[in-house]
């Protein structure tokens, strides 16, 4: 019988559910008296989480999932953000979670204490719930610690707004001085107002104010545990310690799903395809391309990457999602690819490369035929790739990803750049010529990146083994979980 229960609240998107259930896994593999339970917010349209959270309440036998019964709220498309609807649906489910905490409070009183709620960047409306039922409440952070020193920072930028920052419109943040970059905590470099998320950019959407009542919740915590380890993120664990109100951090990462992706895949013999298709190949000779569990580029943009790749002569493997419908849709896999693809491509490269729309993407990286990965930046993403030691050419599209590709290739050398400041929703197109370059050097140009990549690769490992900087972490959090009060 387990003595301590901890509770996660994520929402419900592939990027923090799957490194919050291997991390409620990690706690009580490395202590058996822990049990995890995780709050999910359903979402129907999300066929791919819903198969996640199948698989893994089968094959997870420790950790418990209570998914939220539906709440009235108005359609999400009338929402301006998909932020502005999850968070005020994280918001009506506040009661509910509470009902449930102290329901099983109450009934394991005598075996088992409640000894923490973790609740993600976004579900911060759930610290009152901790509150109320005097639980400890723990931030669960799946992005990196730079853009939590940028979340503690934003209370700090909005009010020199009105001074500091101003637009012709007023809607979108920029510096009054054009040459003005913005020195946030947890970056070396000044940053580039470019490179912030375009949510946060537009100040008169709700986007924004949500960002900002969520970052300005964060201090309420006992502390920050983040999917990051001290080696990759050294600099910006110092820097948000020490320029920040942060109680703690914690980084207690890589938490991956290494074993995950096919088993979890509603079509396995199609990912089982994929996988067959790259033994085929020889070592680091295919190039990877993917852009998250929400990204998706438009079909000119699509043209000049299906131009790029032919004229750089490599091998690829290139995952192509067509743009969601609904604004709380994922994107999904094309009916058929070749409509959308200049003519004669798919022939033409037909003994070098694969087409295909979702891929099990740790498998891939894993796979030694992969000798570089054109990636969105997803912080997920990063951490695979630097854990199996495969360099990325960086394509930020959307949330925190700018500052993710800034981060590696500005400040950690560990990426080539494609861009790091592109924007899907500006009409911004990578020409064929980029991509084309970008992709030469990711896979033959710069042996620097590599090596620091395969030693980052090593640390990753280390950081995760019995005394490494990570599993001391996650020490110290549950001596702190599990301590009398
Ligand atoms: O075809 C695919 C696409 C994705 N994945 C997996 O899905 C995850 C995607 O995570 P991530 O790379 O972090 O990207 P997003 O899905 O875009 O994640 C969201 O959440 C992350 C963590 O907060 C943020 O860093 C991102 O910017 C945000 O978009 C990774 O584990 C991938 O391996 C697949 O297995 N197959």
Same mark, same amino acid.
């Given at each position: ?118 609740? &993600? ?82 100040? @008169? ?119 969601? @419908? ?119 140009? &710069?042996?620097?990146?590599?090596? @620091? ?33």
């Amino acid at each position: 019988m387990s003595k301590y229960q901890v509770f996660f609240v994520s929402t419900p998107g592939i990027g923090n559910l799957v490194p919050t259930v291997e991390f409620a896994q990690r706690l009580i593999h490395h202590d058996p008296r822990i049990s995890s339970t995780i709050f999910i917010i359903s979402l129907s349209q999300r066929p791919i989480v819903n198969s996640y959270i199948q698989s893994r309440a089968s094959t997870y036998s420790g950790v418990n999932f209570i998914h939220l019964p539906p709440v009235d709220t108005p359609s999400p498309d009338q929402y301006q953000s998909s932020l502005g609807y999850l968070s005020l649906l994280i918001q009506k489910h506040k009661l509910h979670v509470k009902h449930e905490i102290d329901k099983l409070q109450r009934t394991e009183s005598d075996s088992a204490r409640v000894c923490g709620l973790l609740v &993600d960047m976004f579900s911060t409306s759930m610290i009152d719930v901790a509150n109320e039922l005097n639980i400890p409440c723990y931030l669960y952070y799946a992005s990196p610690v730079s853009f939590l020193g940028f979340m503690l920072h934003l209370p700090v930028i909005d009010t020199q707004l009105a001074t500091e920052f101003i637009d012709s419109d007023n809607e979108m943040i920029v510096p009054k001085d054009a040459a003005t970059e913005l020195i946030i905590p947890g970056f070396a470099n000044p940053l580039p107002p470019k490179v912030l998320p375009s949510s946060v950019l537009k100040r @008169k959407k709700d986007g924004y104010s949500w960002f900002l009542y969520h970052a300005r919740r964060y201090v309420e915590t006992k502390g920050v545990v983040v999917n990051t380890y001290r080696e990759l993120e050294q600099y910006a664990i110092n820097s948000v310690a020490a320029t920040t109100k942060v109680p703690e951090v914690f980084p207690v990462g890589p938490v991956l799903d290494l074993a995950g992706p096919i088993e979890w895949h509603p079509d396995r013999d199609q990912q089982h395809n994929i996988m067959k298709w790259l033994d085929d190949q020889p070592r680091s000779s295919v190039v990877f391309l993917c852009f998250g569990s929400m990204g998706s580029l438009g079909r000119s943009q699509l043209r000049e990457i299906a131009f790029g790749l032919e004229r750089s002569g490599f091998r690829f493997l290139w995952s192509i999602r067509e743009p969601p @419908k609904g604004s709380l849709d994922l994107p999904s896999d094309y009916a058929n690819a070749e409509e959308i693809l200049p003519e004669g491509f798919l022939d033409r490269t037909a003994e070098i490369g694969l087409i295909c729309g979702w891929v099990p993407q740790v498998t891939i990286l894993a796979n030694e035929a992969i000798g570089g990965f054109v990636s969105h930046c997803g912080w997920n993403s990063i951490l695979e790739s630097l854990w199996y030691g495969v360099p990325i050419a960086t394509w930020p599209i959307y949330a925190e990803q700018q500052m993710n590709a800034f981060q590696l290739v500005k400040e950690l050398g560990l990426a080539v750049e494609i861009r790091v400041d592109f924007r899907n929703e500006s009409g911004d197109l990578v020409l064929a010529e980029e991509v084309e370059r970008g992709i030469k050097r990711l896979m033959d140009g &710069d042996d620097e990146v590599r090596r @620091k990549v395969k030693e980052m690769s090593k640390k990753s490992k280390m950081a995760v083994m019995e005394n490494g900087s990570s599993y001391a972490s996650l020490k110290s959090l549950i001596e702190k979980l599990t301590a009398e009060i």
